[in-house]
């Protein structure tokens, strides 16, 4: 029973910089790996990023790598995601997840994460 709420998305020109929270009810928010990923109209969700429990461990789906960094505050409850570089090909509503923790799988399969946010809106104009 974990409740994801996203925030700061927005619109930027291509080049610009956001970061996206998500903030997580759990009490045991470090027993969950996290995971971010973004859905295009008419296009299946995808991976964009994921991180350990403690977040000493990080993937990136390729396009993303160098330009964003995914991170945890696991005091705060609080995954983000710091987006840098922004191109038009990013826009996209962007959803954070939390797998079914403790030694739960995780990574880059959707499947893998029982709990989901209702996303943030990420437009990049050129």
């Known amino acids: 029973q974990v409740q994801l709420v996203e925030s700061g998305g927005g619109l930027v020109q291509a080049g610009a910089s956001l970061r996206l929270s998500c903030v997580a009810s759990?009490?045991?928010?470090?027993?969950?790996?996290m995971g971010w990923f973004r859905q295009r109209p008419g296009k299946e969700r995808e991976f964009v990023a994921a991180?350990?429990?403690?977040?000493?461990?990080?993937d990136y789906e390729t396009s993303v790598k160098d330009r964003f960094t995914i991170s945890r505050d696991n005091a705060r409850n609080t995954l983000y995601l710091q987006m840098n570089s922004l191109k038009p090909d990013d826009t996209a509503n962007y959803y954070c997840?939390?797998?079914?923790?403790?030694?739960?799988?995780?990574?880059?399969?959707?499947?893998?994460?029982?709990?989901w946010g209702q996303g943030t809106q990420v437009t990049v104009s050129s």
């Open positions: 997840a939390a797998n079914r923790g403790q030694n739960s799988a995780w990574g880059r399969r959707a499947d893998f994460y029982a709990y």
């Open positions: 991180i350990s429990r403690d977040g000493g461990l990080s």
């Open positions: 759990a009490r045991t928010f470090n027993l969950y790996a």
